[in-house]
């Protein structure tokens, strides 16, 4: 047994030095100037770098969109699934996971590809606006569009793992017998006791658009991961604390995620 | 049917009716065309082997399956197309089927939470449903916390809770042990006469049914075989297979004669419809059968197993036939496998099937 504990203590060691020495090797050099001793200039100057603020403030938008859309796309139909049509999940499976496979290289050719539609083919049309309208630099909704496919493979996966956890056709039917009707008996009985999965789903979607650079760097805007890398390219200290703090701001976020649902998560095991 | 008075008495007891129900799953039939009609008040149980289309129209009558053909009616009412929540069913299901995000208080407060009732009425009613099942003071507790036999009573008060004009048990005690079991039994029925409900309950235990069933309907591939009261489905059963299905019955080679019917060397006669005869097979139960020591007996005992009050014993006749007795344990004592005994049956009119190979 000791020996058992010892062996743990060792490995959680190992894996924490592997994830905490290049870490702390980060903010040793990002504080410990040559010549000037430790200073938090370089912190201080983010803020007063141009584009922080707008730049996060975008992937925060960005990631809220991508999160709704993909999950009011795929609770409905992941339920829809189990009780209607369970045959066809490999088919959905197989679908979802296709992001994985595409390289988002591949991915942001295709979608440059569609965008020049616009104003070569549709200029006349009522749906040159909308393909303007989906590339507004405040708001770019189609990296809403190209996040939502990319997050496919996690949300499903998370999503599907908690609707095994649960009988959902029983749910569905105990809160039929109990008077609700559909929507209700969905809203009611079966996505609280998703609440878990939901999180988990959201929680992978945060990561993935706070980090992605792809196609945003590709289609030409610019949210925080983009803004990182513009900035890193002419000061060196001031990039890295730039990536420190957005580790640390993906964290606090996962944190608060986690906190507002932890909670009900515990009422709702079992 | 409101939801708002404060005693748990329903309503006039409803009649529910099935009328030619047939349903199809690709090349399977559930249902065969079924005729039954439940009685107000009573306890129907509805008993047959799995796929014999029992849930097939318990799930019918809840909303949540629909026939191909047939309709379904409560009170004389068509219900066959109200959809599932405006049925005025209340339903327990066979297990896990409580909201695990909810405590027992929650649960049984969901119908009328659904119905709008104010938040204070809802909790009260809830704590008096959860009273009537016994677990007054479980009511903070979440469905992993309560036991499978406390899980199913909260179901229950959940099911009761908006009045409901028919009860629908689906197989509710077959998920528990033994003992809960027995005990929940005896409680649902109780509730069941108290409340006064039309209530309709789906086992393929023959032992539940008998016991709690005012009527028990025995189904058999989607069509209905007979429904009687439990001793009559027992005591006359109406087709070999409910006689088979419904007790242990033994089949003993005879033939028919002059209105009766020859067997063990008797003459007895006949109960209910003669097959075509003349060689038939009597249908006899164990506690009929007689079985004496006789040392010129061609038929031998086999095997005995001890019941408690009862030792069953297995005796083969001279042609191969295994017929089973039940006897008192006092009269078992010397009967070991292998002893030769004579078998005879009561001079009373026996039940006859066409001889199966």
Not at chain 2, 36 to 59: F, W
Request: aromatic share 6%; with cysteine; charged share 20%.
């Amino acid at each position: 047994m000791a020996r058992l504990t010892l062996w743990r203590w060792g490995v959680l060691g190992l894996a924490g030095l592997y994830f905490l020495v290049p870490l702390a090797a980060s903010v040793v050099f990002t504080v410990d100037v040559p010549g000037q001793g430790v200073t938090f200039d370089a912190y201080t100057q983010i803020f007063s770098t141009d584009g922080f603020t707008s730049s996060l403030l975008l992937s925060l938008e960005l990631a809220a969109a991508t999160i709704a859309v993909v999950l009011l796309l795929m609770v409905p139909a992941m339920v829809a699934l189990r009780l209607g049509a369970p045959r066809l999940r490999p088919v959905v499976e197989v679908v979802c996971s296709l992001p994985l496979v595409v390289p988002p290289i591949a991915f942001v050719a295709g979608i440059g590809t569609v965008l020049k539609w616009g104003p070569e083919h549709l200029s006349r049309t009522p749906l040159f606006q909308t393909f303007v309208a989906i590339q507004n630099p405040d708001f770019p909704f189609v990296l809403v569009l190209a996040y939502v496919v990319m997050a496919l493979p996690f949300v499903y996966r998370a999503l599907d793992a908690g609707l095994r956890a649960v009988d959902v056709r029983t749910l569905v039917e105990a809160a039929r017998s109990c008077g609700a009707g559909w929507p209700q008996a969905l809203v009611q009985a079966v996505l609280p006791n998703l609440r878990g999965a939901l999180l988990n789903a959201s929680f992978l979607t945060l990561a993935l658009v706070l980090g992605e650079f792809t196609v945003a760097q590709l289609l030409g805007f610019q949210p925080f991961a983009v803004w990182i890398v513009n900035v890193s390219g002419s000061q060196a200290q001031l990039s890295v604390a730039v990536s420190v703090l957005s580790l640390l701001v993906t964290w606090v976020l996962l944190l608060a995620l986690a906190g507002a649902g932890g909670r009900t998560r515990t009422a709702s095991r079992g | 049917m409101t939801v708002t008075a404060p005693d748990t008495t329903a309503t006039t007891a409803a009649t529910v009716e099935f009328r030619g129900l047939r349903r199809e799953f690709g090349p399977t039939v559930a249902l065969d065309g079924l005729d039954l009609t439940v009685r107000p008040g009573e306890l129907l149980a509805l008993l047959g082997p799995s796929g014999c289309g029992k849930t097939t129209a318990l799930r019918m009558l809840a909303g949540f399956e629909h026939p191909d053909s047939g309709e379904v009616l409560i009170d004389g009412e068509d219900v066959t197309r109200v959809p599932a929540h405006r049925r005025d069913a209340g339903m327990v299901f066979q297990s896990y089927s409580l909201f695990p995000h909810l405590d027992a208080l929650d649960n049984v407060a969901f119908g009328l939470r659904m119905r709008k009732v104010r938040t204070s009425e809802r909790r009260a009613r809830a704590a008096e449903l959860l009273e009537l099942v016994g677990l007054a003071d479980k009511g903070g507790r979440f469905p992993h916390q309560l036991s499978g036999g406390q899980q199913q009573r909260v179901a229950l008060a959940r099911a009761l809770a908006l009045r409901p004009r028919v009860l629908l048990l689906d197989e509710p005690l077959s998920a528990l042990d033994a003992k809960v079991r027995l005990s929940l039994r005896e409680e649902i029925r109780r509730l069941q006469q108290d409340l006064g409900i039309t209530t309709l309950f789906v086992t393929h235990d023959q032992e539940e049914a008998l016991s709690m069933a005012d009527r028990v309907a025995v189904m058999h591939a989607g069509r209905l075989e007979q429904c009687a009261p439990p001793a009559e489905l027992y005591g006359r059963p109406a087709t070999a297979f409910v006689a088979e299905f419904v007790g242990t019955m033994s089949r003993i080679p005879g033939r028919l004669a002059d209105g009766g019917v020859e067997v063990l060397g008797q003459r007895l006669p006949v109960d209910g419809p003669v097959p075509a005869g003349p060689d038939v097979d009597v249908l006899v139960r164990p506690e009929a059968v007689g079985v004496r020591t006789d040392g010129d007996g061609s038929a031998r005992v086999v095997a005995t197993s001890f019941l408690g009050a009862a030792v069953r014993v297995t005796v083969r006749l001279a042609d191969g036939t295994e017929v089973k007795a039940d006897l008192p344990a006092h009269e078992a004592g010397g009967l070991g496998a292998g002893t030769a005994v004579t078998v005879s049956l009561p001079e009373r009119p026996v039940l006859v099937a066409a001889r199966t190979p």
